[in-house]
């Protein structure tokens, strides 16, 4: 066993920020405090912010475990509007009217978005088909079949309508497009919707509260981030 490999081994919880992607948080981490191992349970898209769980040398064993957890994002929905990617970065492909809208109605159509649901995942995102990520199909403005799959959200509240926004947290299983809910919920209300903004608060038991940001981990040395990571014998608890 490789006894420097064991002692930078562990779990690091980041609090990402928009425009960095999980790739870019993984890459900070291991060349600036030199550590050869380290992965994540979970992407998080660019203008998404919130808990990025880190994987630290022989933790990145624990991935598989670690990535079927289910998780908890807060978000805001904007009506009226369909997009390319179903969130904020894609070009609008449609536009509807939200004016006759209620409130009530909103919330009676997203109710049935909780429990197990078919979801067709979108275009842009890192699922496979033929073995090809749909992105990079996406990107050459190709658009295959995709086959719905099984996904359970356990709840989904709203917090506040303030139309056309509708903010909203959900806790669901991997494998869930938050966007996706977005987009079918104003499908279903006739006037089209996508994400305006998403934060992942939770992922399994980590909670974005005990998290770090970039700031932080740019003025750490390597001493600093040892001490802070989740050990290799507290990960227990996390592991189910």
């Keep these: 066993m490789n006894v420097q490999e064991l002692k930078e081994s562990g779990i690091l919880l980041v609090d990402k920020p928009v425009e960095w992607t999980s790739h870019d948080v993984v890459n900070c981490v291991r060349r600036r405090f030199k ?28 991935s598989q475990k670690l990535m079927v957890q289910d998780k908890t994002y807060s978000g805001t929905m904007r009506l009226g509007a369909e997009t390319t990617t179903q969130d904020a970065e894609g070009d609008v492909v449609s536009t509807g009217d939200y004016s006759e809208i209620t409130p009530e109605h909103v919330r009676e159509v ?8 078919m979801q067709t995942p979108p275009m842009v995102s890192a699922v496979k088909v033929d073995g090809k990520p749909l992105y990079k199909l996406a ?12 996904v359970t959200v356990h ?26 809910i977005c987009h079918d919920i104003g499908a279903r209300l006739g006037c089209g ?38 050990h290799l014998d507290q990960l227990f608890k996390y592991v189910k």
């Design 35 to 62: 550590i050869k191992k380290v992965g994540h349970c979970g992407t998080l898209d660019p203008n998404a912010t919130g808990l990025l769980v880190l994987l630290l040398g022989r933790a990145t064993k624990l």
């Design 139 to 150: 990107r050459k403005g190709e658009v295959v079949e995709r086959d719905a799959r099984a």
């Design 193 to 230: 919707a996508h994400l305006l903004s998403l934060r992942r608060l939770r992922s399994g038991d980590f909670d974005v509260k005990d998290a770090v940001t970039i700031d932080t981990i740019k003025s750490w040395e390597r001493e600093d981030v040892m001490a802070a990571k989740i």
């Design 110 to 117: 997203a109710a049935d978005f909780v429990g197990e649901i």
């Design 155 to 180: 709840y989904l509240d709203i917090t506040r309508i303030e139309l056309p926004d509708v903010d909203l947290e959900v806790r669901c299983s991997k494998g869930t497009y938050v966007r996706t």
